[in-house]
């Protein structure tokens, strides 16, 4: 009996090779800006830093600034130090988030303020700020600047936002949207926004790039929210469920809340609040996020503002760049499954 053959080969899963193929000659450069602007005659700075920038992030924000220039056929250098200026920027939100929050696990990695205290992360993330406003200074340009310190101020703003909220399960979707589009997607819309701005293009091509970026950092939140109920720490690089024992008020939470019986809120305001943290409390959270489908929905929403992010492309000329966008759009939504 003949084997039966599929004519088409099955598409692979999305992932970032393209967008990482497509960049790597100028993440040589930023890498090198980086390693360079990271330094200081005080060595805790070099090595606190260095803990957790070479940790095994992806560089995903700065590889979409200079992806953004290739897409724009940009030829110049200066994208090199402005992607380093948004990986400082990103960094040191890392450090100061895991001082707020307490955490004990970045990237499957003891974070720096377990290993060096809360003083010294505070302080480090400090001076990375300071080294990103030198960079965005080099470069010359006020619009830049403009862009980059605004998505700064946007990120702390979004940041004291989702302080005042926590614990609060009744605020509403909108708010938490809200938060997320300040706290995450500000800084992917600023690092793909300012290719725009080195390629001295339209302001049509900015805000194109600008939306890319801003749906592809809400999808992005919004699936780390869904996949810290279902993933373990080789996934996440955190524990499963930090968020539930933290009391964080993530989408998830918000709409089994708003869907749930009296009983449920019951429990998920006590949960919130600190007061059901324990494993057995954790799995009860995991079958009030099913029965009301809240995770499949998180994750309806994610999808909805990825495509998005990939529509905000759709004026480009199709290209290798654009491709390995597109396919980061889906990959930030492919990687939850």
């Not at 003083?119 to 700020?129: K, Y």
Request: charge should be negative; aromatic fraction near 6%.
């Amino acid at each position: 009996m003949t084997a039966s053959v599929h004519p088409f080969p099955a598409r692979r899963a999305p992932s970032l090779d393209p967008l990482m193929s497509l960049v790597a000659t100028d993440l040589n450069h930023v890498n090198s800006v980086i390693l360079e602007r990271m330094q200081s005659e005080v060595p805790l700075i070099p090595e606190l830093a260095g803990h957790l920038i070479a940790s095994g992030g992806k560089r995903m924000r700065p590889m979409l600034t200079l992806a953004a220039a290739r897409l724009l056929d940009y030829a110049g250098a200066r994208h090199h130090k402005l992607a380093a200026c948004v990986e400082f920027i990103h960094t040191a939100t890392l450090l100061h988030d895991d001082v707020v929050d307490g955490s004990g696990l970045r990237r499957g990695r003891r974070t720096a303020n377990i290993i060096w205290g809360n003083p010294a992360s505070v302080l480090v993330g400090d001076f990375l700020f300071a080294r990103s406003f030198e960079l965005m200074v080099e470069d010359g340009s006020l619009r830049v600047l403009r862009i980059l310190s605004n998505a700064s101020a946007t990120i702390a703003e979004g940041e004291v936002n989702q302080l005042t909220a926590q614990r609060q399960v009744e605020i509403s979707e909108d708010r938490y949207l809200d938060i997320i589009s300040a706290k995450t997607a500000a800084l992917f819309a600023a690092a793909t926004r300012i290719a725009a701005v080195v390629a001295e293009r339209e302001e049509a091509v900015e805000t194109a790039l600008e939306s890319y970026g801003r749906y592809l950092g809400i999808a992005f939140q919004l699936v780390d929210d869904a996949i810290d109920y279902s993933s373990d720490e080789t996934t996440m690089g955190k524990d499963q469920g930090d968020d539930f024992r933290d009391g964080k008020v993530t989408l998830p939470v918000i709409l089994a809340y708003a869907r749930g019986s009296d009983a449920d809120r019951r429990f998920w305001r006590q949960a919130m609040s600190g007061e059901r943290a324990g494993d057995a409390d954790l799995a009860h959270a995991f079958g009030l996020l099913k029965s009301t489908e809240a995770i499949a929905d998180t994750l309806d929403r994610a999808r909805h503002y990825g495509q998005r992010a990939i529509d905000a492309l759709g004026s480009f000329a199709p290209s290798a760049a654009r491709a390995a966008m597109v396919e980061t759009a889906e990959f930030a939504v492919a990687r939850a499954y």
